[in-house]
């Protein structure tokens, strides 16, 4: 396999954002959700107007893991008040760490989340936390073999079905 790099992602690249964003949630959530519920999501998730909001946004950065130029999967973060829910600023919330499923298994899940821990590390947070479906045993162990915690629980809405993402979180303070 071609060699894996990281770019961090500007607003010229909207439409490849949309398209892996769009095709990564697809791939790894439609067995499991009603194709209603998915289409609603996808159109309000990945829309133009809330991405190029998203890309403009300070307390955001978004990365593409790219093999050949072919961008294979993404990053999101959050700082600040941009947070999805906890809005500690002396946090970093990973959002999404999405890889198409042909590179599962091929490193690029662990780069994405190193370019996280890189970015944390820079910003002094204290710690990295996020939300995983706890319908996803390899997010979850993932996430536990690097480290991370349970801490509490959340729900998701995809379309009108109400999900539990269990809330994890890595102390910074001895990772380095």
């Not at 790099?5 to 964003?21: A, F, H, M, P, T």
């Not at 294979?72 to 906890?86: C, D, R, V």
Request: proline share 1%.
């Amino acid at each position: 396999m071609a060699e894996i790099e990281i770019e961090k992602v500007s607003i010229n690249d909207i439409d490849q954002l949309q398209k892996i964003g769009n095709q990564t949630f697809y791939e790894t959530f439609s067995s499991v959700n009603s194709e209603v519920n998915m289409a609603k999501y996808l159109n309000e998730g990945f829309s133009s107007e809330k991405l190029t909001v998203e890309l403009c946004d300070d307390n955001t950065e978004f990365y593409f893991a790219t093999s050949d130029g072919k961008v294979i999967g993404y990053l999101k973060i959050n700082f600040g008040q941009s947070q999805t829910e906890l809005k500690d600023e002396n946090a970093l919330e990973i959002e999404r760490i999405y890889v198409l499923k042909d590179f599962h298994g091929k490193n690029v899940g662990k780069l994405l989340y190193d370019q996280a821990i890189h970015t944390a590390k820079q910003k002094n947070a204290e710690y990295i936390w996020l939300g995983v479906w706890e319908e996803n045993p390899r997010a979850i162990n993932f996430y536990k073999k690097n480290g991370f915690v349970a801490f509490d629980k959340h729900i998701f809405k995809l379309g009108d079905d109400v999900q539990t993402d269990i809330m994890m979180r890595l102390s910074l303070k001895n990772h380095f």
